[in-house]
């Protein structure tokens, strides 16, 4: 982020630029709006940034709404925007995003604290039987039968200065997330599912926050099936890559790729020749390197056998993956009789998790697998175990109906049977 020398008047909208907003570009300026804005019930923002050049993402500009007020906020010319990541972790109101996992991620790194009262508009439209994860554009034409304008999507947010049109578009994408939001509080309601957002919310948002700090060493891909020597290296690997992407400010993958850490992890080898000898390795910027990054792979190898890490389960039981594949069809067709989303309900691997655990092929120990738990049980987990148990069987009823399957109670007449 580019910082500001000296503080900025805020710059008057131009005769070709919508006034309907204010420009904050200064320190002072966003001080000024954060104290008007502190009584306000509800906030909605977004933010733009880019991350194909950065190890993390590099904010380039904050839209708000708050009732008739809005603002965008230019952070390349603000010397430090934590007031408003404060303002947003503040008590007292209601804070409106859609998709907001950067913008969560953001203020957790200014503050240490999420934005009060979050409430995300795709995930709230999962619960209500609209598609997950819906774009803004599309959820916003299904609710409210708005169409959003498209002229900017391949924008540069980062250079300056942005155009009337660039910033319009921005602000569209928090100018309707008011309506889009009490347009599904309503539903929810109807539904009687403002808890299961709660919960959801509550859930998501310690989701996101554990990639802050937890070690995704093992989402490197072509890691499944390596020794638990090999996974070691995996390991070391991933953490030396991490402090080295962060140290340059650069994107991970050009640092070193997933399938060199693979390949050195296979070879099990400090020796900096051998890893030099690697194809791929050759490249100059990684000369610099070669000591520190075998050093990693030396460590990987020093791991007591018993502190190595344990491979995931290899390949399910035949049984398992049938009944998988089965089962998430029927979890498919429940939830769009309960107008849910089923993206968002689980997956096949949910499924093939709760199969597992009902028929003790997994782990049985601690809290039940995501479809065993809260309100994902009580929609769909039972009907699964009831089917799995032969208490409840499926059959198709109308194979041109928009919900061909329905659910019939074991021995109960078909004109009974649940759709």
């Known amino acids: 982020m580019r910082k500001a020398k000296h503080p900025r008047r805020e710059s008057k909208p131009r005769a070709d630029v919508a006034s309907d907003y204010e420009h904050i570009t200064s320190d002072r300026g966003l001080a000024d709006l954060c104290r008007q804005l502190a009584d306000a019930p509800t906030i909605a923002f977004d933010t733009e940034f880019v991350s194909e050049h950065t190890y993390r993402p590099q904010l ?4 708000v709404a708050a009732g008739e007020r809005m603002a965008v906020i230019d952070p390349q010319t603000i010397s430090d925007v934590t007031p408003f990541w404060e303002l947003l972790a ?12 950067e913008e969560l991620l953001f203020c957790l790194a200014a503050v240490g604290r999420p934005p009060t009262g979050l409430f995300d508009v795709q995930i709230a439209a ?15 034409y299904k609710l409210l039968g708005t169409r959003l304008h498209k002229g900017e999507t391949r924008t540069d947010w980062r250079r300056r200065p942005l155009s009337a049109a660039q910033l319009s578009y921005a602000l569209d994408d928090v100018r309707y997330l008011g309506p889009m939001a009490e347009a ?26 554990a990639t802050r700090s937890g070690e995704r060493w093992w989402r490197v891909s072509g890691a499944s099936g390596l020794s638990r020597r090999s996974l070691a290296v995996v390991r070391e690997l991933w953490r030396w890559r991490e402090k080295e992407a962060e140290h340059r400010d650069s994107p991970t993958r050009r640092v ?25 390795m050759e490249r100059r910027d990684l000369d610099r390197v070669l000591p520190s990054l075998a050093a990693a792979v030396e460590r990987g190898l020093a791991v007591p056998d018993a502190e190595c890490p ?64 809260g309100w994902r049980a009580e929609v769909v987990g039972r009907r699964i175990e009831d089917l799995l148990a032969g208490r409840l069987s499926m059959r198709i009823a109308d194979p041109l109906s928009n919900e061909p399957l329905v659910f019939e109670p074991v021995g109960e007449q078909p004109d009974k049977a649940e759709s």
């Not at 380039?60 to 839209?63: A, D, G, K, V």
């Not at 999962?126 to 916003?140: F, I, K, N, R, T």
Request: aromatic residues 4%; neutral net charge; contains cysteine.
């Open 60 to 63: 380039c500009l904050i839209q």
């Open 126 to 140: 999962g619960l209500v039987g609209y598609e997950y994860p819906a774009g803004y554009g599309s959820l916003m």
């Open 184 to 209: 599904l509080k309503a539903r929810l309601a109807e539904l009687e599912r403002t808890a299961w957002l709660d919960d959801e919310m509550t859930a998501w948002q310690s989701d996101v926050a």
């Open 310 to 373: 344990t491979p995931a389960q290899r390949e399910a039981p035949s049984q398992l993956t049938v009944l998988g594949q089965f089962l998430s069809t029927a979890l498919s067709s429940i939830c769009r009789a309960a107008h849910l989303a089923p993206s968002i309900v689980g997956t096949t691997s949910d499924v093939r998790e709760l199969v597992a655990y009902r028929l003790g092929m997994g782990k049985r120990d601690g809290e039940p697998p995501t479809l065993g738990r």
């Open 90 to 101: 503040s008590p007292g109101h209601e804070t409106l995003v859609h998709a907001g996992r």
């Open 256 to 280: 070193l790729r997933d399938d060199l850490i693979i390949e050195l992890a296979k070879r099990k080898s400090s020796d900096i020749k051998h890893i030099r000898a690697v194809r791929g």
